[in-house]
């Protein structure tokens, strides 16, 4: 057992910490806080070496949590040798964040206030405990430094499993220290969903718990204001998007695999038609993929000689404005209402076809992919209509957040694909779209940045045709999410409707 030699004035409060956080920190903890912390303490302060997993949402109060258990733990066992360290993913800002939050905490105690003093500028200590923060970033020279009471991981699922096996875990290998893993689930192979399985094993055997995995539900039950802000994301990214599952609802996604599931893509299948031209009051937006081009022309010099390579893609949609009146949504709903696919034309000709496209069907927005070959077509269609076109340009960060963002434009549903049937050219366009969808594949990198390739593989053929599949068609339709943060003009009630910020709060946390 740990000797605990609180200051005999208030031995009563420190051996309560959840009268120490609420009468002497002002922090009343929630219900679904007090469980992990006490808990934990209780494998602190008997010496069990126990590792536990505490998974909440987002926003639910984890960084609070681990700020007053540090406090209090530093107060308690201040007349006692404990070492206590804090691995975060990086030093800026995950650590430099952490030892804000326990400084307030310790500010605002009526206890640590006058006695907690900083060292060396990562070394919190009352008496003879101490508290250590160091990153965990693969770069980080953390060898030696020993827990001998308490090891915390926090966000644990960005501390790739490789640093914490060679560098971290020892740190307690001798002394018994008891380790929590903080963080908020996402793949099923970082470091924090394999503990939690760890956690979960043991807890069948011996039936102490160790597993503190929580939703947006239990958080909602006593935190009412964010039940409200959680079915506002749930109504924007959709309940399926990776994000709302992962963190609101701490539930683990595949690392790779299909992008489209049946469940995704019968939610962007919609009821209307295609159509051939414009209708009258209609808003519409034009999409454009761009193929590169291969410079080996055939004889009549407006094809080119390899026809095998992918398409130039342009979807149409109508911009449905009522939804941004939508309380949840408040953003445009997209609905396809025509497809044109060029295999091999130059540029050059391709440019007075798009000309011609634009005239008639005068979209708002023209949203063109300016990488690479594509930035002359861009350039020109710029120079022709500057105030509808919009350049995107693909690298492997804008192209990964374009995939987030596509996939919470359908799985809220506001991606609409038509009822092509009868409609022979847009049908055999939307069968290709399908063939395509069904073949896109995605893959997340097991790092903070959450970037995500997506792609048709290479070589990827039609199951029933043997044709080779690109992604042009699907890259065309992602590019609907640039229209997010677009600024609509609704012509009914005579305003001008701001974009939303291309990066929200959730966006914000994850790019």
Same mark, same amino acid.
């Given at each position: 057992?740990?000797?605990?030699?609180?200051?005999?004035?208030?031995?009563?409060?420190? !051996?309560?910490?959840?009268?120490?956080?609420?009468?002497?920190?002002?922090?009343?903890?929630?219900?679904?806080?007090?469980?992990?912390?006490?808990?934990?303490?209780?494998?602190?302060?008997?010496? !069990?070496?126990?590792?536990?997993?505490?998974?909440?949402?987002?926003?639910?109060?984890?960084? /609070?949590?681990?700020?007053?258990?540090?406090?209090?733990?530093?107060?308690?066992?201040?007349?006692?040798?404990?070492?206590?360290?804090?691995?975060?993913?990086?030093?800026?800002?995950?650590?430099?964040?952490?030892?804000?939050?326990?400084?307030?905490?310790? /500010?605002?105690?009526? +206890?640590?206030?006058?006695?907690?003093?900083?060292?060396?500028?990562?070394?919190?200590?009352?008496?003879?405990?101490?508290?250590? &923060? &160091?990153?965990?970033?693969? /770069?980080?020279?953390?060898?030696?430094?020993?827990?001998?009471?308490?090891?915390?991981?926090?966000?644990?699922?960005?501390?790739? +499993?490789?640093?914490?096996?060679?560098?971290?875990?020892?740190?307690?290998?001798?002394?018994?220290?008891?380790?929590?893993?903080?963080?908020?689930?996402?793949?099923?192979?970082?470091?924090?969903?394999?503990?939690?399985?760890?956690?979960?094993?043991?807890?069948?055997?011996?039936?102490?718990?160790?597993?503190?995995?929580?939703?947006?539900?239990?958080?909602?039950?006593?935190?009412?204001?964010?039940?409200?802000?959680?079915?506002? @994301?749930?109504?924007?990214?959709?309940?399926?998007?990776?994000?709302?599952?992962?963190?609101?609802?701490?539930?683990?996604?595949?690392?790779?695999?299909?992008?489209?599931?049946?469940?995704?893509?019968?939610?962007? !299948?919609?009821?209307?038609?295609?159509?051939? @031209?414009?209708?009258?009051?209609? +808003?519409?937006?034009?999409?454009?993929?761009?193929?590169?081009?291969?410079?080996?022309?055939?004889?009549?010099?407006?094809?080119?000689?390899?026809?095998?390579?992918?398409?130039?893609?342009?979807?149409?949609? @109508?911009?449905?404005?009522?939804?941004?009146?939508?309380?949840?949504?408040?953003?445009?709903?997209?609905?396809?209402?025509?497809?044109?696919?060029?295999?091999?034309?130059?540029?050059?000709?391709?440019?007075? @076809?798009?000309?011609?496209?634009?005239?008639?069907?005068?979209?708002?927005?023209?949203?063109?992919?300016?990488?690479?070959?594509?930035?002359?077509?861009?350039? &020109?269609?710029?120079?022709?209509?500057?105030?509808?076109?919009?350049?995107?340009?693909?690298?492997?960060?804008?192209?990964?957040?374009?995939?987030?963002?596509?996939?919470?434009?359908?799985?809220?549903?506001?991606?609409?694909?038509?009822?092509?049937?009868?409609?022979?050219?847009?049908?055999?366009?939307?069968?290709? &779209?399908?063939?395509?969808? /069904?073949?896109?594949?995605?893959?997340?990198?097991?790092?903070?940045?959450?970037?995500?390739?997506?792609?048709?593989?290479?070589?990827?053929?039609?199951?029933?045709?043997?044709?080779?599949?690109?992604?042009?068609?699907?890259?065309?339709?992602?590019?609907?999410?640039?229209?997010?943060?677009?600024?609509?003009?609704?012509?009914?009630?005579?305003?001008?409707?701001?974009? !939303?910020?291309?990066?929200?709060?959730?966006?914000?946390?994850?790019?």
């Amino acid at each position: 057992m740990i000797t605990v030699h609180p200051l005999h004035t208030l031995k009563a409060l420190l !051996r309560d910490p959840v009268t120490f956080t609420e009468h002497i920190g002002g922090i009343r903890l929630r219900g679904y806080q007090c469980s992990p912390l006490l808990a934990i303490l209780k494998s602190v302060l008997g010496r !069990r070496g126990l590792s536990f997993v505490v998974m909440f949402p987002r926003q639910s109060g984890k960084n /609070e949590l681990q700020a007053q258990l540090e406090c209090y733990l530093l107060a308690l066992l201040s007349r006692t040798p404990a070492e206590m360290v804090k691995i975060s993913p990086t030093w800026r800002p995950q650590s430099l964040n952490a030892m804000l939050r326990l400084e307030r905490v310790l /500010e605002n105690n009526t +206890i640590t206030r006058r006695m907690w003093h900083k060292e060396n500028g990562y070394v919190y200590r009352i008496g003879s405990a101490r508290m250590m &923060f &160091f990153s965990g970033a693969p /770069e980080s020279n953390i060898v030696g430094a020993t827990a001998s009471t308490l090891l915390e991981v926090d966000e644990a699922q960005d501390v790739s +499993i490789a640093k914490f096996d060679k560098e971290i875990a020892p740190m307690a290998a001798s002394t018994n220290a008891t380790r929590v893993f903080w963080g908020t689930a996402w793949t099923s192979r970082t470091l924090l969903a394999r503990e939690l399985r760890s956690a979960r094993q043991a807890e069948e055997a011996d039936g102490i718990r160790r597993a503190f995995v929580l939703t947006a539900r239990e958080v909602a039950a006593e935190v009412e204001v964010y039940g409200r802000f959680v079915a506002e @994301q749930t109504a924007r990214l959709g309940r399926d998007h990776p994000l709302v599952k992962t963190q609101y609802y701490s539930e683990e996604i595949d690392s790779e695999g299909g992008m489209f599931p049946p469940s995704r893509r019968d939610v962007m !299948r919609g009821r209307h038609k295609p159509s051939g @031209q414009p209708a009258c009051g209609q +808003i519409y937006a034009m999409l454009l993929d761009v193929a590169g081009e291969d410079e080996s022309a055939a004889a009549d010099g407006s094809q080119l000689a390899n026809r095998r390579r992918d398409s130039t893609a342009l979807t149409i949609v @109508q911009v449905d404005l009522s939804t941004l009146q939508d309380d949840l949504l408040r953003a445009p709903t997209y609905r396809c209402v025509q497809r044109r696919l060029w295999t091999g034309v130059k540029h050059t000709a391709l440019y007075g @076809q798009l000309h011609g496209l634009i005239e008639s069907w005068q979209p708002q927005v023209v949203v063109v992919d300016a990488t690479g070959v594509g930035a002359g077509l861009a350039s &020109f269609l710029k120079n022709r209509f500057p105030s509808k076109v919009q350049a995107f340009l693909f690298n492997h960060v804008s192209k990964s957040k374009l995939g987030w963002d596509f996939l919470s434009v359908c799985d809220s549903g506001r991606w609409q694909e038509p009822d092509a049937i009868g409609f022979d050219d847009q049908a055999a366009l939307q069968t290709l &779209f399908w063939r395509q969808i /069904e073949a896109c594949q995605y893959q997340v990198a097991e790092s903070p940045g959450r970037l995500m390739k997506w792609s048709v593989p290479d070589g990827t053929r039609d199951p029933l045709t043997g044709e080779v599949l690109h992604d042009d068609l699907v890259i065309s339709a992602a590019l609907s999410a640039v229209l997010d943060s677009c600024g609509w003009y609704d012509p009914a009630p005579a305003l001008v409707i701001p974009g !939303r910020d291309p990066l929200s709060e959730l966006d914000r946390e994850e790019y």
